[in-house]
């Protein structure tokens, strides 16, 4: 079996490593939070004649409020589970899809620079084909005369620049995350067909070479216990590839299988997601009845704000705005700044409506920066421990008081298979970034040299057999 499903996959393998390599070094492009934040226009406060709950009468169930500055105008973007809507913060509609030109001023001002071409509205392209990016479909595609190939994603919808990439962060991705990933922007249109092709593939591939690894140690056992004993009875590509195949065989696997667990995806560990009952009492009471009352006079003191977040903790109204300078919060919307975070104590009282909370505050174990990495949760985000036997640890945003995490046993243990063993992120090397790197490349490189010699006899193979269906054929 191995030889001919090792013939199928060498090659794939041999890309799965090498692309690694690179992507260990060049990694997706993405523009996070702070980076959208401190770019992003900020909002004119004195302009602002809808009170929030005007806006949120525009979406059933909303789940999700902010302000943005669209083009010099506050709006609302206001979210559900299944849709997404942006009201105009002057005049209480909701807005019609963005211009071009407005799309072009802001690229403009956030890239610092002009915008050399623009394209669209496109609902996607191999940058933004993430289903994370569906709130703000359609896109304009905004390329900067900068030195720098500067591309920037302006929401059609919101108005907000939710992607960048750069001329050489393009270029390497297509050695880098796209193969490895198989980031095709056609399969990867779809989630479930991409996650099911990638899921099998690498579970398949997995198996090959575990049936690879059985054979070769048994084949040396078999030659130990020979006339003439020796490590291995093969000769040429096969000898190298039995030899680095029994050298790299504990980290192919693991790197493999743990590949295989990024598509995880709740099918064997949980995800990590409080379900939308517990987030709903979290909450206290659906955004319209929070913020019922709330006028825009409170949200004056929020001036210089290039994004204000609104959430509801315990019934109560939180309002986090966000700025170059930093963030700040109006707990309560008071007409006042209360502080940069929210008291820690709102939100264990809240949390303490859905969970069982343990009185003592719950000391994290040697591997919670791996945690927090593998969901990506900052280090001063507040944590709390639910009560024994569980002890599911909690993280919530420190700002909006947001629930982020909830870590059980499953989740610790899926931190360790995949994102420990896939990126050598472990506790003991955190703190020593170049043996970590060390750690990580050197490895990847074994596997690639093992994975070539695989492909050299598997183009033999493959050579071989055909030369033997010509005749066949020719008779």
Partial sequence: ?????????????????????????????????????????????????????????????????RLVSIDGRPGYVVGSATTTATVDGIDGRVRERLSAGAASRIAAGFGHAGVRRLDGPLDDDQWVVHQKFDPWRPFYRAALDDSLGTVLYVSARTGEVVQRTRANERAWNWVGSIPHWLYFTQLRRSFTAWDRTVWWLALAALCSASAG???????????????????????????????????????????IFSGWLSMDHGRLFSRGIPDPGQVARYSGAPLPVVFAGIDVGALRCLSGATQIDFTAVGSGPVAVARSPEGTVVSEGLVGRITGTRLSPEVIRQAAARVWTLDPLPGVPDSGEALYRQADAIAADAVRLTTAAPARTALYFDPASGTVLLALDASRRTYAWLYLAIHTTNVPLLQSHPVIRRVVQIVPLLLGLAFSLTGVVLGARRLLLSLRKIRPAVTS
């Fill in 1 to 65: 079996m191995h030889r001919w499903t090792g013939v199928a996959f060498c090659l794939m393998f041999a890309v799965w490593f090498a692309s690694g390599l690179v992507l260990a070094l060049v990694p997706f492009p993405a523009l996070s939070p702070q980076q959208r934040w401190s770019e992003a226009e900020r909002i004119d406060l004195r302009k602002l004649a809808v009170a929030p709950a005007q806006a949120l009468r525009h979406v059933h169930d909303a789940i999700t409020l």
């Fill in 213 to 255: 690894t059985v054979l070769g140690v048994y084949r040396t056992w078999q030659r130990a216990r020979s006339p003439k004993p020796a490590w291995s009875g093969f000769r040429g590509w096969l000898r190298w590839h039995h030899g680095l195949g029994l050298v790299a065989a504990v980290f192919v696997l693991g790197w």
